[in-house]
């Protein structure tokens, strides 16, 4: 036998409550936090509606973008939109997501099926994030655009503050790529020039290579790590020469 969403919210109160405490925003309407709390399979297994969160995820992935773009226009008024736009994707990607949904506990708070609570759903990155987008969609849909956007302020400018170096270095090769392009129309290569230690702890060497000089090289257990350091070197090399 099904459920509703009246009847979740009734058995779900002491919950809601405080995950409303936990983020700092008190709903009006109940149902959009407790909707952005129901995954599909639960929906399908149980609800008699069958709504779950996907359309507020929707709905929170457009205003996680707006808000956190306008933070960081404001933030770097002299940053460069290619940079604002990787500082942004570093922010609110997958991972980015699951960061912020695991401060506020926000897996313990979901409604899984039975598979996916099996599964240990609550912990997995691209469940959490998207319940995180629909929790956004929820705040916008309840109290505008100012909610939303102190709620994301509240959340993403400490992790901005703590990792803003890092952030905007985040890809170094989007980076580089991006000035040679401009510069020179054209673009770096990255060739292999070693690689070493057991097939369980491999090793790599990449150097960075444009128009016949090598800018820098990198080395990590990953390719793609090996080019962002790389390309990470090659930039300071063209900062230092042409800054």
């Known amino acids: 036998m099904g459920t509703t969403l009246a009847a979740l919210i009734q058995d779900n109160e002491e919950g ?7 983020i700092g925003y008190r709903f009006r309407d109940l149902r959009l936090l407790q909707l952005s709390l129901i995954h599909s399979s639960f929906a399908f297994e149980r609800l008699d509606d069958g709504r779950h969160n996907e359309t507020q995820e929707f709905l929170g992935d457009a205003v996680l ?13 002299e940053m460069r939109e290619g940079k604002l736009t990787r500082i942004r994707s570093a922010l609110v990607n997958e991972g980015g997501l699951a960061e912020r949904a695991k401060e506020i ?5 979901l409604f899984l099926g039975k598979g996916e609570t099996a599964s240990q759903g609550q912990d997995k990155p691209s469940i959490l994030s998207c319940a995180y987008e629909a929790l956004v969609g929820a705040i916008f849909l309840d109290g505008g655009y100012d909610a939303a956007l102190a709620f994301v302020r509240r959340f993403f400018e400490p992790h901005i503050d703590r990792h803003q170096e890092q952030l905007v270095s985040a890809d170094a090769k989007s980076a580089l790529q991006e000035l040679l392009q401009e510069r020179f129309n054209e673009g770096p290569e990255y060739v292999l020039v070693d690689e070493e230690g057991p097939a369980h702890a491999r090793l790599f060497s ?3 290579r444009f128009q016949g000089e090598e800018l820098g090289t990198g080395r990590a257990s990953s390719k793609k790590e090996a080019e962002q350091l790389a390309a990470r070197a090659g930039l300071a090399v063209l900062q230092r020469r042409h800054g």
């Open 65 to 77: 973008d707006l808000t956190v773009g306008f933070i960081l226009f404001t933030r770097f008024p």
């Open 16 to 22: 809601l409550q405080e995950l409303q405490e936990r």
């Open 206 to 208: 990449i150097a960075v």
């Open 105 to 109: 506990d926000l897996g313990r708070h």
